[in-house]
């Protein structure tokens, strides 16, 4: 399955980066994909897709080198955290944890952008931006969780049918 999952997220990567969608509707897909591998595949795949995906997206960006790996493996750890406390097979729990882990993930990104940048930044706009996009992604989280799960599904089928007929 590690492969559906590199092939998922490079498409994830270009319609989140690539496509020249506008400016309010930007979904933090990689983020949705790293909580959907938390939640079905081993820690160990988790991890190196979190790594994988946050060097393209540290190497693509202007953002410090390391910026989005750490922002990925908090995604990782806040679903490892918040799988105790709550149970993703819920749309409301769903919602909610995508939201923490939006949360910590900003509070993070504004921390080191403060520790790492020469001048101040003016987090006026970043926080607009920032909440208008932690809503937009926590109440779209059910239904790309879901549509990840469905796409999953049909692709683990799809080749079962495949070897079933090559033996």
């Known amino acids: ?5 590199l092939i998922l997220g490079l498409l994830l990567f270009f319609l989140q980066n690539l496509l020249p969608l506008p400016p309010p509707l930007h979904l933090d897909l990689l983020t949705l994909l790293m909580i959907f591998l938390s939640l079905r595949a081993s820690p160990i795949l988790a991890v190196a897709m979190a790594f994988f995906f946050g060097v393209m997206l540290d190497c693509y960006g202007l953002a410090p080198l390391g910026l989005q790996v750490g922002r990925l493996f908090l995604a990782v750890l806040g679903v490892k ?20 882990i939006m ?11 403060h520790l790492l940048l020469p001048t101040p930044v003016n987090y006026q706009p970043l926080l607009r931006q920032g909440l208008f996009q932690l809503t937009v992604t926590a109440l779209s989280a059910p239904l790309v969780l879901a549509l990840l799960g469905l796409l999953e599904k049909h692709w ?10 090559a033996d």
């Open 103 to 113: 949360v910590a993930q900003g509070l993070f990104m504004a921390l080191l952008l």
């Open 81 to 100: 955290v918040l799988r105790r406390h709550l149970n993703f097979h819920y749309i409301v729990p769903q919602i909610v944890g995508v939201g923490l």
């Open 156 to 165: 683990s089928r799809f080749f079962a049918i495949k070897s079933s007929l």
């Open 1 to 5: 399955m590690w492969f559906f999952y």
